[in-house]
């Protein structure tokens, strides 16, 4: 987080008025937010040229925008589809080494170190659709 996000102090008004946009949910993954514990998000972050206007900011959950980080949205879904993929990928690999090593005869192997890549790729291709993006519907 740049110097210049942190330095912003929102009044509370600008709070309920970002808040208000989704109507009390995180903008991202749609979690209900309670007590105001929401970050306030600048869609097209500010070290990319976006501003503080209330048309570039929009609700989050802490997860979501600490996850989001300098990303835009676009560039945000890569960050989730590769680091979904990257989780999945260590936690089957671990058990498929872990069966291939001390149970499995090669084919069985095999066969399963090929269903778990095509199903890598199928990770890869979901498409991540926005809390917002759906609310546009
Ligand atoms: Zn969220």
Redesign the pocket.
């Known amino acids: 987080m740049s110097e210049e996000h942190k330095k912003v102090d929102y009044k509370k008004a600008t709070r309920k008025k970002v808040l208000d946009k989704t109507g009390g949910y995180?903008a991202?993954?749609g979690?209900r937010i309670f007590d105001y514990s929401f970050h306030i998000d600048h869609i097209i972050p500010v070290c990319q040229g976006g501003s503080n206007e209330l048309e570039n900011l929009i609700p989050?959950?802490i997860?979501?925008n600490l996850r989001k980080g300098m990303y835009d949205p676009d560039e945000f879904k890569v960050f989730l589809k590769n680091q979904i993929k990257n989780k999945v990928h260590s936690y089957i690999n671990e058990y498929i080494l872990m069966l291939a090593g001390n149970y499995l005869n090669k084919d069985n192997a095999k066969d399963l170190i090929e269903a778990y890549s095509n199903f890598l790729d199928v990770v890869g291709e979901v498409d991540i659709v926005f809390y917002y993006e759906r609310m546009e519907d």
């Open positions: 995180c991202y993954c979690k989050a959950c997860r979501c």
